[in-house]
């Protein structure tokens, strides 16, 4: 089974680009053709709301951005393109392809982003998780990092913020939650392991998350090992949609853990609907939680609803001893946070050449599969 949404990554620009452009208003046509004959662009007229041409790559930037420029924005989500890198009409697949001329210019400046996930330039790094009562290390949460052309670290959020205005969280957070387990692997981490998933790359879970959960058994770790953490629970605005996903890690011997709960009340109601294993207390209500009685009363009833109902709770952000002190008297169950440990690559200087090259062994057929 194959899910192309998550596992393969169009490209939509080539030596020689094929662009099709449907408008919606004979305005735009306007603006297009226009546009082609001052950047002396070869362009046809296949209908009144259609015109086709050909752009070589030298000129795409300047193609792209110029219709950025030129378009209003109403006018780029409703103007659809493909492209194709042959002449004639554009094939079945390439029609398939079609996507607004808003996600279209996305792209295009996601190019970056699409060479660092073909060429691997991504791991994930770890930050502890401890146990409020001895402070032992309870488990580590898993975050995706990646970096540009120029090796530099690109902050998460925005990365994802790209791969979400481009169409392409499928793809990049069906590749964390891969490095995630690779990287643990590698770095032979021997603790429980919180892996973030954004419910909303998601369309069918028996699909989409069979990759990840292959990732996991081929690697050999135990899935009551793995925890996995639905992060933007705020905009899960599909109830029943999460339910299916979560029931789909629960067959499979998962656990399940609910991010950043606390900023807004609709948190309390995921928690008696959802019935995570873990509820991970935002940040925000974390910091100086211990001289701020606003934030003592949510985290408060946060801990008792999670306490009555069998849910364990993790402080994240907790950066001060102060900051633990409050939560570790409020009962919280683990604490995460800078206090603890920043988040950081595993060494993985006790991983031989042989272990090394099974785990490339174990992956590389993954990896073959979503290219
Ligand atoms: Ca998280």
Same mark, same amino acid.
């Given at each position: !089974? ?8 169009? @490209?939509?620009? $080539? ?9 919606? =208003?004979?305005? =735009? ?32 930037? %300047?193609?792209?951005?110029? !219709?950025? +420029? ?12 493909? =492209? ?9 697949? @390439?029609?398939g392809r079609i996507v607004t001329l808003e996600i279209l210019v996305n792209r295009y400046q996601a190019?970056?982003?699409?060479? *660092?996930?073909? %060429? ?5 790094? $770890? /930050? ?19 970096? @540009?052309?120029?090796? *530099? ?16 969280? $499928? ?15 590698? +770095? %032979? ?10 419910? *909303? ?31 933007? =629970? ?66 408060n009833s946060l801990i008792q609803i999670a306490n009555r109902s069998g849910i364990e709770v993790i ?15 409020? %009962? ?16 993985? /200087?006790?991983? *031989?050449?042989?272990?090394?090259? /099974?785990?490339? /062994? ?10």
């Amino acid at each position: !089974m194959y899910c192309a949404d998550c596992e393969s990554i169009d @490209d939509y620009f $080539f030596d020689t680009t094929h662009f099709w452009i449907f408008v919606p =208003t004979l305005e =735009t046509f306007s603006k297009v053709a226009g546009l082609c004959g001052s950047m002396d662009i070869n362009a046809a007229q296949q209908s009144d709301y259609c015109i086709s041409c050909v752009v070589e790559r030298p000129a795409i930037q %300047k193609f792209i951005m110029s !219709m950025n +420029g030129a378009l209003e924005s109403k006018e780029k989500e409703n103007t659809k393109v493909t =492209t194709a890198c042959h002449d004639g009409a554009p094939s079945i697949d @390439d029609m398939g392809r079609i996507v607004t001329l808003e996600i279209l210019v996305n792209r295009y400046q996601a190019k970056w982003l699409i060479d *660092s996930i073909e %060429k691997e330039r991504y791991e994930t790094w $770890f /930050q502890p998780i401890i146990n409020a009562r001895d402070e032992s290390v309870f488990a580590h949460e898993g975050l995706f990092r990646v970096r @540009d052309s120029d090796e *530099s670290i690109v902050p998460p959020a925005l990365a994802f913020k790209l791969a979400e205005k481009s169409d392409l969280l $499928f793809s990049l957070d069906l590749v964390a939650r891969r490095s995630a387990v690779e990287c643990a692997a590698r +770095g %032979k981490l021997n603790s429980k392991l919180f892996i973030n998933f954004n419910p *909303s790359s998601i369309y069918d879970p028996s699909y989409c998350l069979r990759a990840t959960a292959a990732a996991i058994s081929e690697i050999g770790l135990s899935p009551s090992d793995i925890v996995f953490e639905v992060t933007e =629970t705020h905009r899960a605005d599909d109830l029943n949609h999460l339910k299916g996903i979560l029931a789909f890690y629960r067959n499979a011997g998962f656990q399940i853990a609910l991010d950043d709960i606390g900023s807004g009340w609709s948190g309390l109601n995921l928690l008696q609907s959802l019935r995570p294993d873990f509820v991970k207390i935002d940040m925000e209500l974390v910091r100086g939680v211990h001289n701020d009685a606003y934030k003592q009363n949510i985290v408060n009833s946060l801990i008792q609803i999670a306490n009555r109902s069998g849910i364990e709770v993790i402080a994240e952000g907790v950066e001060t001893e102060d900051e633990a002190s409050w939560l570790k008297n409020a %009962k919280a169950d683990y604490l995460q946070g800078y206090l603890y440990g920043r988040p950081a690559p595993l060494s993985t /200087q006790t991983l *031989s050449a042989e272990e090394a090259q /099974q785990i490339d /062994q174990k992956m590389n057929p993954l990896k073959a599969a979503a290219k």
